[in-house]
């Protein structure tokens, strides 16, 4: 019988914590180490919903990959939202655990699971982990190929986002429509910004909120930056700049699939039961065009 700590070491092994953000706040949430596990249940948030549903399929332990606590707590009372999800896992006997911005850095992590989604080959970072790689940036080829001639340390490290090649080039409008139907199914779907029909070939994809990383998806000769979060100024003044062209997903959509991969991780490692909780945790619920 394996316990929480067992189940903690397994996940710290594939998602090392020194590699998360110095203002994530990763690892075990609530829970007693030395209790028990027979079955590891995974989702991407830990709303009040999965919490539930957590302990309704008698799991032992939660796995998610957003962090409920971030910032400074002082109540965890039953009465406020947060306070009731710790009061719902510790009565239901169900220590939570995350593994973020380390398990989107690691390789495999969240990034290469996106990746692979949208069809590329998960090549070097946007932004790798150690900035002593960074500076081995090879400068563009010719042809603009900009992944191609990676030094092998560089295509393999670690860090947030991943670039990489089509197989051949598609349009803007055909690979977003790959995407659509590669990600899980949103209640908005997915939206591109650039002209339609411009071809595309070498993808920049970062997990979750990327917009940070539109300078660098240009820098590196992206024709195309995958990310969630987008907002209005921030493409529009990308593009006018010359940036590439820009698909925003849903945040959960782009993230949701890892949850197979640390599936698979803690099930073959461990040999414990395992469950994913496919609740759609994405808060919008409605999308309208309007009506002619
Ligand atoms: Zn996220």
Redesign the pocket.
Known sequence: MATVNDVREVIERAYPPHLAEDWDAVGLICGDPAVSVSKVAFA?DCTQAVAQRAVDIGAQMLVV??PLLMRGVTSVAADTPKGKVIHTLIRGGVALMAA?TNA?KARPG?NDVLAELVGIAPGRPLVPADPALAQDTPAKDAAGDACAQDAPALAKAPGLGRLGQLPEAITLREFTQRVANALPETEWGVRAAGDPDQLVRTVAVS???GDSFLETAAALGADVYLT?DLRHHPVDEHLRAGGPAVIDTA??A??FPWTRQVRDIVSAQTGLETEIIELRTDPWTVHAKKEN
Do not use: P, Q
């Open positions: 991407l990959h957003h973020h989107d969240v997990s979750g909120s969630s945040h959960w782009s993230e």
